[in-house]
């Protein structure tokens, strides 16, 4: 693989980040918030092509969801000369020019040559951070997101309808009728499966993203969707029924994923 081509490769739903790493070789790990706002990709271990491919695929598949900013935490990857300074300026200038622009920033210890090359980069360079929690606060201090809803629910069934709920106020807001009926169908599967399957607390997000709606459901467990046979569902069946779950999600959004929290998981859904 050239370093031309890193971001053409097809990756298409579900959009799955699991939790699962091996930290005795290369490895990528990906963190998110029940709102979806933030995403944390981490590369672990020795800088290779290899790995740069990793985290650009997870990185993608961060853009495909709702997700506002991305942080690429370095901070454990192996690379005394920085020579992978140029790959990390492509991935940020990819993101930003992309269809769906994204910020991403960078956490790197402050003594390491590929921090001082990222900061000191002649013309346009990404913003550098030392720590997570560093860049989360810079992050949340300039974000702004007004189109989103969000509530926390019990595990029981009521909460299914307060969910659709939730959807409905959105659409009638954000002045989108038309994706009222799908929203309602992918938010009763994903709030009923946090009720009958997680069994927690579960926090439902709907956000407006130009002629987008995404909606997302947290849950405090950290099993995640198999996507195995989504392609078994009725595509004449009517959509106002529950209990044909993720084939449905499936079948409805645009685009669908999950990726785990630090107390769980959130699975999100995008219709337009």
């Known amino acids: 693989m050239t370093d031309a081509d890193w971001h053409t490769l097809p990756i ?73 300074v140029s790959f990390w300026l492509r991935l940020w200038q990819w993101a930003w020019l992309g269809t769906t622009p994204m910020s991403v920033s960078f956490c790197v210890p402050a003594t390491a040559a590929l921090s001082r090359r990222l900061r000191y980069f002649p013309g346009p360079a990404p913003r550098v951070f030392t720590a997570v929690a560093e860049a989360r606060k810079a992050i949340a201090g300039r974000m702004l997101r007004a189109d989103c809803l969000q509530t926390c629910l019990l595990p029981r069934p009521g909460s299914v309808k307060a969910a659709r709920a939730l959807v409905t106020q959105a659409c009638h807001a954000w002045h989108l009728p038309e994706l009222l009926q799908e929203g309602w169908s992918i938010v009763s599967e994903l709030a009923g499966n946090a009720v009958e399957h997680a069994r927690t607390d579960f926090i439902v997000t709907v956000l407006r993203s130009g002629p987008r709606l995404h909606v997302a459901v947290h849950d405090c467990v950290s099993w995640f969707p198999c996507p195995t046979g989504l392609q078994l569902i009725d595509p004449q069946a009517p959509l106002d029924e529950r209990g044909r779950g993720l084939r449905l999600v499936h079948r409805v959004a645009a685009a669908w994923g999950a990726m785990p929290t630090h107390d769980g998981k959130v699975v999100w859904a995008t219709v337009m």
């Open 12 to 84: 298409l739903p579900p959009f799955l980040l699991t939790p699962a790493t091996d930290r005795l070789g290369p490895a990528v790990t990906v963190i998110g918030d029940a709102g979806m706002a933030i995403a944390e990709v981490a590369a672990h271990g020795q800088w290779s092509l290899a790995l740069g491919e990793q985290v650009s695929a997870a990185v993608r598949k961060c853009l495909a969801g709702p997700s506002a900013s991305i942080i690429v935490d370095l901070r454990d990857l192996v690379d005394p000369d920085g020579v992978s």
